[in-house]
């Protein structure tokens, strides 16, 4: 209730995108509320999980016994594979990345402009490190944001012009929060739903970019 | 990258060998306390970047544009390579070259020619053919493309035919020397001058 309005926990975040994850979809997850979405995945909607370590088709984290030293994510924690994966070296899984053939890239992020550009690898002062975030973004189809709609100071995330340092310009084509579900249209970001007994008006109280309201 | 520990690029930083650090996403957090002291320098890539550049250098490729890193200070030249001792930056990364392609800024990205190259495979045989196993492939096949000396580290040293032509991932032709892993590799050495 960070808001003080009625808002989604990040799991109802996660849920809430897992429900737009179509069949056959192929999907990069980044850390945090990115790696709460799995669970929620419809059942008989198949998404084909890519990790940066050269994975295609994760399964879900194997149990203390199964885990092999030789199976990770690419956050080195302890993988499995869903039938039908491959394989590959890191300059082949960035192939995929850059070459358009990820469908999704579901990251979590410091800031989102108006117009989309993304800001989430580097808070000034802390341990740069940027893996393989800008290759994401300026490579997959769409780029789907997901986290809370304010900071932990209470300030909005979604900001006219970003103050952290991009992750790319013009990137993001949807974002989920706690509070409102946003696309992009011209370039602009667009409201198109607010969650469940949040008002129009609360969202834009805290959202500190101009949008265009598009609500069903 | 710099691992997580002190068994490998840990152990060089560790021994103040290290002037120059290339990599995308280093955990060691002794790293950035050298970085920031000014100790090493940082050339942080962003991942697909690195991967390719090892793969451009390994193949004759000088220099590639890539979408990655347009528009951002690792393209900039505002990323700070090297501080000062005292505080504050000594030496920036120099800005990426660009150029349109499509309507859409590409950085131009060097490939990487390393002196050396250091390779832990699955299985290997005694002409350097390789094969890795599971996620662990990863960086490997790259490095040894890379390096301009390849050592091979195997787990498992096979006879020459036993690893079939088309399964080999990275064949003989990169690698220079294959080792065979001791069973006992430690995971924390305790390093002579280390606190």
Same mark, same amino acid.
């Given at each position: 209730?960070?808001?003080?309005?009625?808002?989604?926990?990040?799991?109802?975040?996660?849920?809430?995108?897992a429900?737009?994850? #179509?069949?056959?979809?192929?999907?990069?997850?980044?850390?945090?509320?990115?790696?709460l979405?799995? %669970?929620?995945?419809?059942?008989g909607?198949?998404?084909?999980?890519?990790?940066?370590?050269?994975?295609?088709?994760?399964?879900?984290?194997?149990?203390?016994? %199964?885990?092999?030293?030789?199976l990770?994510?690419?956050?080195?924690?302890?993988?499995?594979?869903i039938?039908?994966?491959?394989?590959?070296?890191?300059?082949?899984?960035?192939?995929?990345?850059?070459?358009?053939?990820?469908?999704?890239?579901?990251?979590?992020?410091?800031?989102?402009?108006?117009?989309?550009?993304?800001?989430?690898?580097?808070v000034?002062g802390?341990?740069?490190?940027?893996?393989?975030?800008?290759?994401? @973004?300026?490579?997959? #189809?769409?780029?789907?944001?997901?986290?809370?709609h304010?900071?932990?100071?209470?300030?909005?995330?979604?900001?006219?012009?970003?103050?952290?340092?991009?992750?790319?310009?013009?990137?993001?084509?949807?974002?989920?929060?706690?509070?409102?579900?946003?696309?992009?249209?011209?370039?602009?970001?667009?409201?198109?739903?607010?969650?469940?007994? @949040?008002?129009?008006?609360?969202?834009?109280?805290?959202?500190?970019?101009?949008?265009v309201?598009?609500?069903? | 990258?710099?691992?997580?520990?002190?068994t490998?690029?840990?152990?060089?930083?560790?021994?103040?060998?290290?002037?120059?650090?290339?990599?995308?996403?280093?955990?060691?957090?002794?790293?950035?306390? &050298?970085?920031?002291? !000014?100790? *090493?320098?940082f =050339?942080?890539?962003?991942?697909?970047?690195?991967?390719?550049?090892?793969?451009?250098? !390994?193949?004759?490729?000088?220099?590639?544009?890539?979408?990655?890193?347009?528009?951002?200070?690792?393209a900039?030249?505002?990323?700070?390579?090297r501080? $000062?001792?005292?505080?504050?930056?000594?030496?920036?990364?120099?800005?990426? =070259?660009?150029r349109?392609?499509?309507?859409? =800024?590409? +950085?131009? &990205?060097?490939?990487? *020619?390393?002196?050396?190259?250091?390779?832990?495979?699955?299985? !290997?045989?005694?002409?350097?053919?390789?094969r890795?196993?599971?996620?662990?492939?990863?960086?490997?096949?790259?490095?040894g493309?890379? !390096?301009?000396?390849?050592? $091979?580290?195997?787990? &498992?040293?096979?006879?020459?035919? =036993?690893?079939?032509?088309?399964?080999?991932?990275?064949?003989?032709?990169? +690698?220079?020397?294959?080792?065979? $892993?001791?069973?006992?590799?430690?995971?924390?050495?305790?390093?002579?001058?280390?606190?």
């Open positions: 209730m960070t808001c003080g309005v009625a808002a989604l926990s990040r799991e109802g975040i996660a849920r809430r995108l429900l737009d994850l #179509r069949d056959g979809y192929v999907v990069n997850l980044g850390v945090g509320i990115p790696l979405v799995p %669970r929620f995945i419809p059942a909607t198949e998404v084909i999980l890519h990790a940066e370590n050269g994975v295609l088709g994760l399964g879900p984290p194997p149990p203390p016994d %199964r885990a092999d030293p030789d990770t994510d690419a956050g080195k924690q302890p993988a499995s594979l039938s039908g994966a491959a394989i590959v070296d890191s300059a082949m899984s960035f192939a995929i990345v850059r070459g358009g053939h990820l469908d999704v890239a579901v990251l979590g992020a410091l800031q989102v402009s108006a117009r989309g550009d993304l800001a989430n690898w580097y000034p802390k341990n740069p490190a940027v893996g393989g975030a800008m290759d994401l @973004v300026a490579g997959a #189809r769409e780029v789907w944001v997901v986290m809370e304010l900071d932990r100071a209470g300030r909005p995330k979604i900001v006219e012009k970003c103050t952290f340092p991009l992750t790319g310009r013009r990137v993001v084509t949807r974002v989920y929060t706690d509070l409102a579900v946003f696309g992009m249209a011209d370039g602009r970001l667009r409201l198109a739903e607010c969650a469940p007994g @949040v008002t129009p008006e609360a969202v834009r109280a805290r959202t500190a970019a101009r949008y309201e598009a609500l069903a | 990258n710099v691992g997580s520990d002190f490998g690029v840990g152990r060089l930083l560790a021994e103040g060998r290290i002037r120059r650090l290339t990599a995308s996403f280093p955990v060691l957090p002794e790293f950035y306390g &050298e970085y920031f002291a !000014g100790k *090493v320098e =050339e942080l890539v962003p991942q697909g970047t690195l991967a390719e550049r090892l793969r451009a250098g !390994g193949s004759g490729i000088a220099a590639f544009y890539t979408p990655s890193g347009a528009g951002t200070m690792l900039d030249g505002t990323f700070a390579l501080y $000062a001792a005292g505080g504050g930056t000594a030496e920036r990364m120099p800005p990426r =070259e660009t349109d392609f499509g309507g859409r =800024e590409h +950085v131009l &990205e060097y490939g990487i *020619v390393a002196d050396f190259g250091l390779v832990r495979a699955h299985q !290997g045989d005694r002409k350097g053919n390789l890795f196993r599971l996620s662990a492939r990863n960086f490997n096949p790259l490095a493309m890379s !390096g301009r000396r390849v050592f $091979a580290e195997v787990q &498992e040293l096979v006879e020459v035919d =036993e690893l079939h032509p088309d399964d080999i991932h990275l064949p003989g032709v990169f +690698v220079d020397d294959v080792l065979l $892993a001791s069973a006992t590799s430690p995971k924390q050495p305790t390093i002579a001058g280390s606190a």
